[in-house]
Nanobody, 114 residues
Framework: QVRLVESGGGLVQPGGSLRLSCVAS????????MGWYRQAPGKQRELVAR???????MYADSVKGRFTISRDNAQNTAYLQMNSLKPEDTAVYYC????????WGKGTLVTVSS
């Protein structure tokens, strides 16, 4: 089973930036759509950004224009650049292959607060 490990979260002030990373234990990025999800306290997990094997990207309206998803197939790594962060972006962030439904990693906590 592929293992996913997210990192890069932390505490940041509103308006700040963070870059999240997701490393897979096996090469899965080249042929799969990868997504970044988040789960805020008391809410369901939601998909906020995804990138297809061809490089096409899609974003949730709530993060459009602020977040950028990218991928390095050779490093089995996906990234989420988050700019202009807002308190409502506070959540645990996860990555996964959108259409494979792999076991979830532990995620990385992002806290946006002054």
């Amino acid at each position: 089973q592929v293992r996913l490990v997210e990192s890069g979260g932390g505490l940041v002030q509103p308006g700040g930036s963070l870059r999240l990373s997701c490393v897979a234990s096996r090469s899965i990025f080249s042929f799969n759509t990868m997504g970044w999800y988040r789960q805020a306290p008391g809410k369901q997990r939601e998909l906020v950004a995804r990138i297809s094997s061809g490089g096409s990207t899609m974003y949730a309206d709530s993060v459009k224009g602020r977040f950028t998803i990218s991928r390095d197939n050779a490093q089995n790594t996906a990234y989420l650049q988050m700019n202009s962060l807002k308190p409502e972006d506070t959540a645990v962030y996860y990555c996964n292959a959108v259409y494979l439904g792999l076991n979830w990693g532990k995620g990385t906590l992002v806290t946006v607060s002054s």
